[in-house]
């Protein structure tokens, strides 16, 4: 029995002792779970308190088990307080959960906009997620404006804007675009459009050209290119503005851009670039035009291949300008142009250099004979009469021509040499064309030199007047005397006066030497023993001044002599120029008391009918009928006529020139009786005639010659020259 206690009571003590172990594991076993518990709820509370949404868990009686702070937050509660339930004040959205939606949005006092998520739990309970989406809601509706605004803007720009593919397919285009096009919508357009390289740059090659321009500067500005309008192929100038738009990687996703229309501005620009190029009164192209033209002709040329140039003058146009008026004077420089125009051949340019200037380029099919038939034919049509408003004008023309074997390859020689040409044929009497050749630019350049020389020859005292007697046969007695210019140059000797004085002329020197001539020439006649008269050669460049008679008065007036030992002496030349002003002028001298004197009569184109425009005192018939007066009938019948005329009107006939005794006794069987020759007495220097007039013997006297030897010896030399 008692053995048995005892192993119950050790049995009993065994169980207590391994209760008490299951014990103490277990309670360790709590302590470990309820320390990891407490951990696991600091992490869910830390991760509750920092996310953005607020979350709210009620179990299904509505009782609040965990609400975060960013939930109280976010409902605008007081974070102090506490709350237990949801109630519909404080969590509007309570119902949301039993009505089974499962998301509202709110917004609440503030303008804050909430969205709110209820998740449905197993237990009947509810999970509340709540989230601000103030910002979210703010941006779509900016976004959504700004939508509006740039579609609004796409819309209706008047200004084309479109997107293409970097090939070239349309993807987009605005109605301004569409319209443009021919289309009535965008639609229509990019279902017609494939390749707008092809379809719509006139010149394929501008699409080229842009996508070049595009890839290598991302964008092109103010592209102007003739386009088809995609539906009519009507042309039409567009200017456009394009960039490249690209993906994130800044590889080229496609090209926008934006169109108008460049019409009026080309056309202006055209209008420009034509005013630039032609001239206004005729049309033709300008000078500009017409060396840019020879300057690539000229750099273009085959290795055989002529140009040639052509500088044309109208004849006397100055003339018909000052008799008829400027407007006649346009509408003849019109019509020359157009005959102009209408003479050459197709190809060949024909410009208005200036005044009555024109040129003639003329490229490949030009041999020098076929320029020599183009010219002549150009001077026989320009000397057609002309039409201006009912009254008949006639000019002529005088031309230039300049050929590339000639004259090389430069621009500016050739046009240089046509002109030198053409001043050959100005002189050459006009009406007429000359070739250039390389010694007319010797001859240019003398030219040149001596009108350089010209100008110092007055301050220089370089100028004299020779005289040379005009005798009356009826008693062999000297008449009177003509005064003739010389010129003593330091280098060159005596230079003849043909020689200088169209220099003097064309240089404007002939108004300080001619007024040197008016003094000298009184002052001689101041000195003259016997009361001589002295004539005076007069240029017509003089009659331009419109103070010469004033000029001639005082001249006379400073010497102290009669207006009556004065005579003037003029050319056909003045009388051609048309101006009323010059007969006028003639009558003023005439009322003066000035004699008249018509000089060179007969190498005119209608001497006779200057005769009848003035009464002159005086007609001095022109050496070359002197010359072959014995020879020659025609010359005889007309010296007699010319005497004939005299006395019928009461006009002194000289004969100049007169050389030999033959001469001589045939202009008297002609019944001429005044003489100027070489026969009666060479130009000398007046102080040889006039004793006391200040003759500088100090000047180089040519041993053995008369000083007019000289100068007959120096115009042989020039004769042999030319
Ligand atoms: P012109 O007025 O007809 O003068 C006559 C020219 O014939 C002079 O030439 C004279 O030297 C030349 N001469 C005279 N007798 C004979 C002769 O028997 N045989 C030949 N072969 N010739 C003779 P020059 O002095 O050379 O003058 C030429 C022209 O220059 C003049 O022709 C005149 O038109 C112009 N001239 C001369 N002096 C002046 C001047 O002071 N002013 C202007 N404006 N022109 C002048
Ligand atoms: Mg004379
Ligand atoms: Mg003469």
Redesign the pocket.
């Known amino acids: 029995m008692d053995r048995d206690r005892r192993r119950t009571d050790r049995s009993i003590a065994l169980m207590v002792e391994e209760l008490d172990q299951l014990n103490s594991g277990l309670e360790q076993l709590v302590a470990e779970r309820t320390a990891q518990l407490s951990t696991l709820r600091t992490q869910l509370e830390a991760t509750l308190e920092n996310v953005d949404q607020g979350i709210i868990m009620t179990n299904a009686t509505g009782q609040i088990l965990v609400g975060n702070h960013r939930a109280h937050e976010l409902l605008g509660s007081n974070p102090e307080r506490r709350f237990d339930r949801l109630d519909p004040i404080d969590f509007p959205f309570a119902a949301i959960a039993a009505d089974g939606a499962r998301r509202v949005e709110l917004t609440r006092p503030g303008g804050i906009m909430l969205e709110v998520r209820a998740a449905a739990l197993a237990d009947g309970g509810t999970v509340f997620t709540i989230l601000d989406i103030t910002e979210r809601r703010r941006r779509e509706i900016e976004l959504r404006q700004a939508e509006a605004e740039y579609r609004s803007l796409f819309e209706n720009s008047v200004v084309g804007l479109y997107r293409t593919s970097i090939e070239g397919r349309q993807l987009r285009a605005n109605p301004a675009l569409v319209k443009l096009n021919g289309y009535t919508s965008e639609t229509e357009l990019l279902a017609a459009v494939n390749d707008i390289s092809v379809e719509w740059y006139v010149d394929p090659r501008r699409r080229d050209e842009f996508v070049r321009r595009m890839l290598e500067n991302g964008r092109v500005t103010d592209f102007v290119s003739e386009i088809y309008r995609h539906a009519t192929r009507e042309k039409t100038w567009v200017s456009e503005s394009a960039w490249i738009v690209r993906g994130p990687n800044g590889e080229p996703l496609c090209f926008e851009g934006t169109v108008i229309e460049a019409n009026e501005r080309i056309a202006a620009q055209t209008a420009i670039e034509h005013m630039a190029h032609h001239d206004a009164l005729t049309g033709l192209p300008n000078r500009l035009l017409f060396l840019n033209r020879l300057r690539s002709a000229l750099a273009t040329r085959a290795a055989d291949g002529l140009v040639s140039v052509l500088c044309l003058d109208l004849d006397r146009f100055k003339e018909v300008n000052d008799s008829l008026g400027h407007p006649a004077g346009d509408a003849l420089l019109r019509a020359a142009s157009a005959r102009l125009a209408a003479t050459v051949r197709a190809g060949d340019l024909v410009a208005r250099l200036g005044g009555d200037e024109f040129a003639i380029l003329c490229v490949d099919a030009s041999s020098p004979y076929d320029m020599a038939s183009m010219a002549a034919r150009i001077v026989d049509v320009l000397s057609a009469p002309y039409d201006i408003e009912g009254q008949q004008a006639v000019v002529s023309v005088s031309i230039g021509v300049a050929i590339t074997t000639d004259s090389g390859g430069e621009p500016d020689t050739l046009l240089r040499n046509a002109d030198i040409a053409l001043y050959r044929a100005k002189n050459a009497g006009r009406h007429t064309y000359v070739f250039y050749e390389a010694r007319m630019n010797a001859e240019i350049m003398t030219r040149r030199q001596v009108e350089l020389d010209l100008r110092n020859a007055l301050g220089n005292n370089e100028l004299d007047l020779f005289l040379?007697p005009i005798v009356d046969i009826a008693d062999g007695e000297v008449r009177s005397y003509?005064?003739?210019?010389r010129w003593r140059h330091p280098g060159r000797g005596f230079v003849?006066?043909?020689e200088f004085?169209p220099v003097a002329e064309e240089a404007g020197l002939m108004a300080p030497i001619?007024e040197w001539?008016l003094h000298r020439a009184c002052a001689i006649a101041a000195k003259m023993p016997g009361r001589t008269p002295v004539s005076?050669?007069?240029?017509p460049v003089q009659f331009r001044d419109r103070t010469l008679v004033e000029t001639i008065a005082a001249a006379i007036a400073t010497a102290g002599i009669e207006p009556g030992r004065i005579e003037i002496?003029i050319?056909e030349s003045v009388l051609m120029m048309g101006d009323p002003l010059t007969v006028l002028t003639l009558n003023r001298l005439r009322g003066l008391g000035i004699r008249i004197a018509l000089?060179?009569f007969g190498t005119g184109q209608s001497s006779l009918s200057y005769v009848q425009k003035f009464p002159f005192d005086k007609i001095?018939i022109d050496?070359s009928f002197v010359a072959k007066v014995h020879d020659d009938r025609i010359n005889a019948a007309i010296v007699r006529a010319v005497v004939a005329l005299g006395r019928d009107l009461d006009i002194d006939v000289i004969a100049?020139?007169?050389?030999t005794e033959e001469q001589l006794a045939c202009l008297k069987a002609e019944g001429c009786r005044w003489f100027?020759?070489?026969?009666f007495g060479r130009?000398a220097p007046a102080g040889m005639i006039v004793p006391g007039l200040d003759f500088d013997m100090s000047r180089p006297r040519l041993s053995g010659l008369t000083p007019d030897d000289h100068l007959g010896a120096e115009r042989r030399r020039h004769g042999h020259r030319a």
């Open positions: 040379q003509e005064a003739l210019l003849p006066p043909a004085i001619g001539v005076i050669n007069l240029s002496e050319t000089d060179d001095k050496q100049e020139g007169v050389e100027q020759g070489y026969l130009p």
